[in-house]
């Protein structure tokens, strides 16, 4: 387990966008891989998007958020990012931040923060 602390969700109109934050309380260069997780209200939650450390910082997005997000790290800060652009209404729910590793070619998360709102209205 690590810690780990989202901010930056809040309230804003369709086209707008967001950063989210993830303040990791552990060196973050020692991880093999992180992921964004977003839960809709009254949905499952989905995985957003993922970097993989051990490839030079390899990225991949779902394909509903692909082209508009862009999940990155600061290893000086050991901060995880999600930059959030043209937001759409069903871009709203609780997103949270991961630490975790791939397995078989599939995302495996071992820690998550406590999640930060994000609502989009049209």
């Known amino acids: 387990q690590v810690q780990l602390v989202e901010s930056g969700g809040g309230q804003v109109q369709a086209g707008e966008s967001l950063r989210l934050s993830c303040a990791v309380g552990a060196n973050i260069f020692a991880f093999n891989a992180m992921a964004w997780y977003r839960q809709p209200p009254g949905k499952q939650r989905e995985l957003v998007a993922t970097?993989?450390?051990?490839?030079?910082?390899?990225?991949n997005y779902a394909e509903s958020v692909k082209g508009r997000f862009n999940i990155s790290r600061d290893g000086a800060k050991n901060t995880l990012y999600l930059q959030m652009n043209n937001l759409k209404p069903d871009d709203t729910g609780v997103y949270y931040c991961?630490?975790?590793?791939?397995?078989?070619?599939?995302?495996?998360?071992?820690?998550r923060g406590q999640g930060t709102q994000v609502t989009v209205s049209s």
């Open positions: 991961s630490r975790g590793r791939f397995i078989g070619g599939n995302y495996v998360s071992d820690s």
């Open positions: 970097i993989r450390f051990v490839y030079g910082a390899r990225t």
